[in-house]
């Protein structure tokens, strides 16, 4: 149905790669509104992070309830503080979260640096990371009004290796993500 109205096809590789029936983080690239959409649509049970600012906004705050967004001040480092406890919970009721490393939507051709939250639940929760390469700004750029047909490659990897240093695991995760997905903007 999502295809026939936006007019872009969804091509997901890699799906033998997602859990069943345990907690673990899905690390993606986040170009556009339409991430959440895929992703939620993969993993229906799926969680997030948001920033406690949203929960201000009367209706989002409203749906990120109703879904079980977990609220977070990220300015007093409270994801980092609250990671076990998260993680914990994650694995407890075999929820699958999302984690947008990069920290908030990119154009593009942009690349931040990555954040290492991904990194600290696999070594404080002993979670799998999944990471999600994708396309997704090609066809739903960040600010445009505009959205372009065509096909939306989302590639699931394998879950990266646990037992990796910070420095490895970020380049790795690096290599995964975001070069990658700029691979993906090219087809």
Same mark, same amino acid.
């Given at each position: 149905?999502?295809?026939?109205?936006?007019?872009?096809?969804?091509?997901?590789?890699?799906?033998?790669?997602?859990?069943?029936?345990?907690?673990?983080?899905?690390?993606? &690239? +986040?170009?556009?509104?339409?991430?959440?959409?895929?992703?939620?649509?993969?993993?229906?049970?799926?969680?997030a992070?948001?920033?406690?600012?949203?929960?201000?906004?009367?209706?989002?705050?409203?749906?990120?309830? &109703?879904?079980?967004?977990?609220?977070?001040?990220?300015?007093?480092?409270?994801?980092?503080? &609250?990671?076990?406890?998260?993680a914990?919970?994650?694995?407890?009721?075999?929820?699958?979260?999302?984690?947008?490393?990069?920290?908030?939507?990119?154009?593009?051709?942009?690349?931040?640096?990555?954040?290492?939250?991904?990194?600290?639940?696999?070594?404080?929760?002993?979670?799998?990371?999944?990471?999600?390469?994708?396309?997704?700004?090609?066809?739903?750029?960040?600010?445009?009004?505009?959205?372009?047909?065509?096909?939306?490659?989302?590639?699931?990897?394998?879950?990266m290796? +646990?037992?990796?240093?910070?420095?490895?695991?970020?380049?790795?995760?690096?290599?995964?993500?975001?070069?990658?997905?700029?691979?993906?903007?090219?087809?």
């Amino acid at each position: 149905m999502f295809d026939k109205i936006t007019n872009v096809k969804i091509v997901e590789r890699g799906l033998e790669n997602i859990p069943k029936d345990k907690g673990y983080i899905l690390c993606s &690239k +986040h170009m556009s509104n339409i991430d959440a959409y895929f992703l939620f649509k993969r993993a229906p049970s799926l969680t997030a992070m948001a920033k406690k600012e949203l929960y201000r906004v009367p209706l989002v705050g409203r749906v990120l309830n &109703k879904i079980g967004v977990l609220s977070i001040n990220r300015g007093a480092g409270e994801a980092k503080k &609250k990671t076990s406890v998260f993680a914990q919970k994650l694995l407890k009721h075999k929820i699958p979260m999302i984690i947008f490393s990069e920290g908030t939507r990119t154009i593009i051709g942009e690349r931040r640096p990555l954040k290492s939250g991904a990194f600290f639940y696999q070594q404080e929760g002993n979670l799998d990371i999944i990471v999600v390469a994708h396309n997704s700004g090609v066809s739903w750029p960040k600010k445009s009004w505009v959205k372009w047909p065509g096909t939306l490659y989302v590639d699931y990897f394998p879950p990266m290796p +646990h037992g990796m240093d910070k420095t490895c695991f970020m380049t790795e995760l690096e290599k995964r993500l975001l070069d990658h997905s700029e691979k993906l903007m090219l087809l």
